[in-house]
């Protein structure tokens, strides 16, 4: 029996009607790594949830007497049965945590599958070794940072010993660390089981699969083993998948791709000069902080951080470095538990002191679930809220410039909070710069974003850059800080331990666990290669 | 009346009104705030005497203390509420856990009794306090007045179904009223600061409770601190953007409440959206492929539960006794009832 059958699928959901995905043929075979790429809202999640049964007994639709999993008809057969063959594990590690310590939680699938004790603690110990997590056994769930608790999540879904296990983007919202540490669990798991993976980071998962699958616009348009996928890169690049340059390349000049070190010698004796993103870091200081946070017996933060007129500043590091402490710590965001001495200068003025009202006359603030911020009826009140706190009286003209600066206009009358997520996080922040403010923090933009919404943040900041906005970026992603950041800070273990432009700081970053884009090593052939980058 | 004084009295029957309104919400959000809120409805580790005991044990005592502060006099459930409140210094960071006890048990008291006294009507409080039978909505014969509201500001309270005199008899039956709900809410909160979801789950489904009912209850267990979590940022983010601008001090509480419940709906669809994540990662770990579950710990009773089920049976004892002996209030109620079906217009 295959661990999948989808045959003549055109799947559409009950409310809406258009099919969202049809399929034609699509089989998993036992043993294999299968990859599915494709753009957010292009099908593939709708894909495994056929697959999981998630599709039809959580989300009703049309027609899904097309899919076949060991044997059963996915429709006939409940969830929880589904379940005892099909392992999953979704993005946000967060909400699929049900329970308050690790051990319960990992124990929680076992349970529910009647199995004796002795088995149930057999399997806990297994899950626990496979994702290297025996040291969390006894940890509050709440207390761990996203990497961990996604391994935590993993190693609940593994306990169950499913013979497929679908992973649906694990690690869209972990730091890099926990990246590779989820991909090397898959290392382990490659061979034991049938996975099915879907995920973004294309360059990251390829090393691990055997097949890449490419679904768009409800399509499956590829299906290919990994070995020719070289020959459809360009079907990848139009379907908006982040395709590393290296690869182009690699197709340019008939080489394996994962030989960057051929590849970049290449492009230096072919005389190619490829173009290295702009940084501009001479405008005045505009502002100036040092934040130290602490609770007894922790320093959680003790750094500071200069910003510039039209500059991006990214700071990254760890989960758990203290990064997002910095940023609530300069907004009077901390909890009152929290020691915080902080210290900041916007424009000469001293903030200090002064309270968070005050603070937002001069800075903006778009938390990671920006959701939060939206509070209004119509996505126009949304954009004016600021402008109407702060008793300005003629505002529409700058609501007007903004719903077109963010490409809002046909949405103006629009509930923020019934919009995609690529339109809620544009709501989101020109709601947080409508104001005027110059400075505009934003703690992980690129979090659970697929390529194509990442490249519309990095035009978006580029865009209000030249209007003369700054930016603070909070964020692990090294390709997107390559791309648009113009400096760099690290912190670690709650102290900045490097900075300067992207450029100067990835030269020592991988030593807090940043590893740098290819894009960068390409562009730098003098550096030698670290590990993950000779991964291919 | 000299015009003056008029205002004055209307000015301040406006701020008793605000008290009763505002001061609870001030305790809450200033002394307690979201994130004391989220520490009192979250379970953290630890080994001391609650944690040791059975869920179903905690339940049973929540359970029986309701029972008996709504069957007795008004100062028993006041002994429960503040009997409960003590052992809250044997939980994890139990002084802290005290303050904000003690905070909520305050600020509950004041809300109910707000709530409550303005408006109950006085034949109520004449039957309840002086044992007289009255018809009359208009007749304070033997009740003890403390404020009288003024017009205008009596026109929009009568909306609100006060009632034209403030008396201390109804102060009183106010805090009667109130004492009794807060000693429930005090021993909830132990169970669900010393419970994981877990627990709760294994412990309900030996009791055969409906396995629905129960991952209604676990979401729910889960998701309340992370309530307090999403509104306290949405809440800050609102005082970025500009609201409440000028406020200041206390004042700014109020504001904070405001931008408390702006920020109910964005926080409430943040959450919808993760529990649907929560049932699927439940759902596709066999969460009710059969009737039943085996479990990685068992569920033990031990010395401890038995010594707080001997607290339950005396709690239940001393309740019939209570009773007995007219310091109950069901049997009150129904004496108080029947008299005065005997002696209508009185």
């Not at chain 1, 099908?43 to 009703?60: A, D, E, Q, W, Y």
């Not at chain 1, 001479?282 to 602490?294: C, Y």
């Not at chain 1, 200068?345 to 968070?356: K, T």
Request: glycine content about 8%; overall charge neutral; proline content about 5%.
């Amino acid at each position: 029996m295959k661990p999948a059958e989808i045959r003549n699928l055109s799947f559409s959901y009950v409310e809406d009607g258009r099919p969202v995905l049809t399929v034609d043929q699509f089989d998993v075979e036992d043993g294999e790594v299968a990859l599915v790429v494709g753009k957010s809202g292009g099908g593939k999640s709708t894909l495994v949830n056929c697959i999981n049964g998630v599709i039809p007994h959580v989300f009703r639709g049309n027609e899904p007497d097309a899919v076949v999993v060991y044997g059963r008809r996915v429709k006939d057969t409940p969830l929880p049965q589904i379940s005892t063959d099909v392992g999953t594990l979704l993005q946000d590690p967060e909400t699929q945590v049900l329970n308050y310590t690790v051990e319960e939680e990992i124990a929680f699938g076992p349970e529910n599958l009647c199995l004796p004790q002795q088995e149930i603690v057999a399997r806990v110990e297994e899950a626990m070794q496979t994702t290297d997590i025996t040291d969390l056994r006894e940890r509050e769930t709440y207390l761990l940072s996203g990497g961990e608790l996604q391994r935590v999540a993993l190693a609940a879904v593994l306990s169950m010993r499913p013979k497929l296990l679908i992973m649906d983007e694990p690690t869209s919202n972990i730091d890099p660390e926990g990246t590779a540490r989820i991909f090397d669990t898959l290392t382990k798991l490659k061979g034991a089981s049938t996975l099915l993976i879907v995920e973004h980071k294309l360059e990251r998962a390829l090393p691990f699969v055997d097949r890449v699958i490419l679904v768009d616009q409800g399509k499956v348009v590829f299906d290919i083993p990994k070995a020719k996928m070289v020959d459809h890169l360009d079907k990848l690049v139009e379907a908006g998948i982040d395709v590393p340059e290296h690869y182009m390349f690699a197709k340019r000049f008939g080489m394996d791709p994962r030989d960057l070190e051929g590849i970049r010698k290449r492009v230096v004796s072919e005389g190619i000069q490829l173009e290295i993103p702009k940084r501009d870091n001479s405008g005045e200081v505009i502002m100036e902080t040092q934040v130290k946070a602490e609770v007894p017996g922790k320093v959680l933060v003790d750094a500071g951080i200069t910003l510039r007129r039209n500059q991006v500043l990214a700071v990254m590091g760890r989960n758990g470095a203290g990064k997002s402490t910095m940023l609530k710590g300069m907004m009077n965001f901390l909890e009152k538990e929290v020691d915080v001495e902080a210290k900041l200068v916007v424009s000469g003025v001293d903030l200090s002191r002064r309270p968070i009202q005050e603070r937002g006359k001069y800075i903006a603030y778009v938390p990671q679930s920006f959701d939060l911020m939206l509070i209004n009826k119509t996505v126009e009140d949304e954009i004016s809220y600021s402008l109407r706190k702060r008793g300005e009286k003629n505002y529409s003209g700058k609501v007007d410039e903004f719903l077109g600066l963010f490409s809002l206009a046909d949405l103006r009358k629009r509930d923020p909070l019934m919009l995609s997520v690529g339109q809620r996080r544009r709501v989101a922040m020109a709601a947080a710069l409508s104001s005027g403010v110059k400075i505009a923090m934003l703690d992980e933009p690129t979090s659970g974003q697929d390529y194509y919404h990442k490249e519309v943040i990095g035009k978006e900041l580029q865009m209000m850059k030249a209007k003369g906005n700054s930016f603070i970026i909070v964020t692990h992603d090294s390709k997107f800080v390559y791309r648009y950041a113009d400096s760099v800070v690290v912190i670690n273990q709650g102290r900045k331990v490097l900075e300067g432009t992207p450029e100067e700081v990835f030269k020592m970053s991988e030593r807090y666990s940043i590893v740098p884009p290819t894009e960068y090593y390409l562009r730098s052939p003098e550096l030698p290669l670290p590990v993950e980058a000779k991964r291919g | 009346m000299d015009p003056l004084l008029l205002l004055g009295e209307n000015v301040f029957s406006i701020l008793l009104f605000l008290f009763g309104l505002a001061f609870p919400i001030i305790i809450l959000l200033g002394l307690i705030g979201l994130t004391g809120l989220r520490e009192v409805t979250r379970y953290e580790k630890n080994d001391s005497f609650y944690y040791r005991l059975n869920p179903i044990t905690k339940i049973a005592l929540v359970i029986t203390i309701t029972g008996v502060a709504a069957v007795t006099i008004w100062w028993v459930g006041l002994l429960l509420a503040l009997g409960s409140l003590a052992t809250y210094l044997s939980l994890k960071e139990g002084k802290r856990k005290f303050a904000l006890g003690s905070f909520i048990c305050f600020s509950s008291t004041i809300g109910l009794l707000w709530t409550q006294a303005p408006i109950t009507p006085y034949p109520f409080l004449q039957f309840a306090i002086y044992h007289v039978c009255s018809t009359s909505l208009t007749n304070i014969t033997n009740l003890t007045p403390v404020w009288t509201w003024p017009q205008p500001a009596y026109s929009f309270l009568a909306l609100l179904g006060y009632q034209p005199v403030l008396t201390s008899e109804s102060l009183y039956y106010g805090l009667q009223i109130a004492v009794r709900a807060v000693a429930p809410t005090v021993c909830s909160l132990v169970l669900i600061m010393t419970s994981t979801p877990s627990d709760v789950l294994r412990a309900l489904r030996k009791v055969k409770m409906p396995v629905q009912i129960i991952f209604a209850l676990v979401v729910a267990m889960r998701t309340v601190p992370r309530i307090f979590d999403a509104l306290n940022i949405a809440v800050r983010v609102q005082f970025m953007r500009g609201y409440g601008s000028n406020a200041r001090g206390p004042v700014r509480l109020i504001y904070m409440a405001g931008a408390a419940f702006t920020g109910i709906i964005p926080a409430m669809a943040f959450l919808f959206r993760g529990a649907r994540n929560t049932a699927i990662s439940a759902d596709t770990r066999a969460f009710r492929a059969f009737k039943d579950r085996t479990y990685l710990k068992p569920v033990t009773i031990s010395r401890a539960d038995y010594a707080v089920w001997a607290i339950i049976v005396v709690l239940i004892a001393f309740a019939l006794f209570a009773n007995y002996e007219g310091f109950g209030r069901s049997i009150y109620y129904a004496a108080l009832g029947s008299s005065c079906s005997t002696s209508p217009g009185s």
